[in-house]
């Protein structure tokens, strides 16, 4: 019996669709989004706009005096949690070298690997998040006031507040990481919910940090489903939502104000004449897509934002090839969702995600494990810089716009300017990594170096 998708057969989709047949057979695609439309189209009718994204970057501002207090190491940014973009030239030549591509334009690194504390881009939304509900909880019972010094929430009256609540989070790893030791450092009773892609040392960290961790040998999607059914059996308990949350979304946003003072600081011009690329590794989408959204507020169409993911796992271009968003996995078309990036080892995309992108994103691609270790590899020879296998995702970026992407270089009448582009690979994690795993797959993306010559 054939098995079916949405009640058609997988063979009538992979006709109807053809990437299908590309997708489902592991390889290497490159997708350009035929309803990608210009910024004044997409936002006539969308709901969220570049004051909601200002609106989060003043709520974290309000906090900066709490988060120093009870982080040290963000002291000498005033406790503002934010990452070094680096240009790396060397990987560059490096990239151009390996894959026999001269590649235009400049490339810089946004590390949110090196976050401070949580050194992950989930960092971003998973503490906004959390923070808004506590502002929210402490308002309510009028412990808080808005023009308060809230460096007096690190006190015992105000964790003993907290202890009454809870929070719960489903997770693969890094976005638990985040949601779980921020609110412990505040007081919450946390649970992260982590599925069979979450790496040990990470699940040992969160217990380490009084985190409750629940283990499944599920994926993802089961993990964020049972972290639901808890939250609704306890009235008091807070579940943050990777697949729908717009708090996480916008937190993730406040990276593309910052960004764009960095790239000031820096003298790089982004306008029509010098386009701006933006690679961004893709798990459910919460990520990415605040960032890619915030990116789209501010420069509009002179920017040109692509989410990277796994051949093993391409949950996000799954659902919009197919237009299906969140009611298809990439199990229902024979895809295992095994991969080596296990930040972004999802089966099922976030629909909140898709549909607010789907104007706006002007495409996707999809990258091996093994150019995953080969790249993260060759990061460190050249740039010394230590990221886990999914951050390099987004490195993979240039070579597959450049090899595949002419199509849409071309229909966006960039032929003539790239050559003053500027490619930004987000590195959404890697510093917290022991140094024997980093030397495990750093052996490894050696021996596939080795072996391609």
């Not at 237009?323 to 909140?352: C, E, M, W, Y």
């Not at 995600?353 to 150019?371: I, N």
Request: proline share 4%; charged share 25%.
């Amino acid at each position: 019996m054939k098995k079916l998708v949405m009640g058609k057969p997988i063979e009538q989709w992979k006709c109807e669709i053809n990437l299908l047949n590309k997708l489902v057979s592991l390889y290497e695609v490159f997708w350009k989004n035929p309803n990608y439309t210009s910024v004044e189209e997409a936002m006539s009718s969308c709901f969220l706009t570049i004051e909601d994204v200002k609106e989060a970057e003043a709520r974290l501002h309000r906090f900066r005096s709490y988060i120093q207090h009870v982080f040290p190491e963000t002291r000498g940014q005033n406790g503002m949690i934010e990452s070094p973009l680096v240009e790396i030239s060397r990987m560059k030549q490096a990239v151009e070298q390996f894959y026999g591509l001269d590649i235009p334009g400049r490339f810089l690194l946004k590390l949110d690997s090196h976050l401070p504390i949580f050194g992950s881009i989930k960092a971003r939304g998973g503490i906004y998040e959390v923070l808004k509900h506590a502002e929210e909880l402490a308002v309510k019972h009028r412990l808080l006031s808005l023009e308060d010094d809230y460096s007096k929430l690190d006190s015992e009256s105000f964790r003993k507040f907290f202890s009454q609540f809870s929070i719960a989070v489903g997770s693969t790893g890094n976005l638990g990481l985040s949601i779980g030791i921020i609110s412990a450092k505040l007081g919450f009773q946390v649970t992260v919910h982590m599925s069979q892609d979450a790496k040990q040392w990470k699940k040992d960290l969160l217990r380490k940090h009084g985190v409750t961790v629940v283990e499944y040998q599920e994926d993802y999607s089961k993990a964020v489903e049972e972290g639901r059914k808890q939250a609704l059996q306890d009235p008091t308990c807070y579940f943050i939502d990777d697949e729908n949350s717009r708090h996480l979304f916008l937190g993730y946003a406040v990276a593309a104000l910052r960004l764009q003072k960095q790239l000031e600081n820096m003298n790089i011009k982004i306008d029509e004449d010098h386009p701006l690329f933006v690679y961004l590794p893709c798990g459910v989408g919460g990520g990415p897509g605040g960032v890619a959204f915030g990116l789209k507020m501010i420069y509009e169409d002179n920017v040109h934002c692509f989410f990277a993911e796994p051949t093993h796992s391409p949950c996000m271009l799954l659902g919009l090839v197919t237009g299906l968003h969140d009611q298809v996995s990439v199990q229902d078309f024979g895809i295992d969702n095994k991969t080596i990036a296990d930040g972004l080892a999802v089966g099922r995309p976030s629909r909140f995600v898709g549909k607010l992108m789907e104007p706006l994103l002007s495409g996707s691609y999809t990258v091996s494990d093994e150019q995953l270790y080969r790249l993260l590899s060759m990061m460190i020879d050249e740039e010394n810089i230590h990221l886990e296998p999914s951050a390099l995702a987004g490195v993979y970026g240039p070579v597959s716009l450049i090899r595949k992407g002419q199509d849409y270089i071309h229909q966006q009448k960039l032929k003539d300017k790239i050559k003053n582009a500027t490619h930004i690979m987000w590195a959404t994690g890697g510093s917290m990594v022991p140094r024997d795993i980093i030397r495990q797959d750093y052996k490894k993306g050696k021996e596939l170096l080795i072996n391609w010559q």
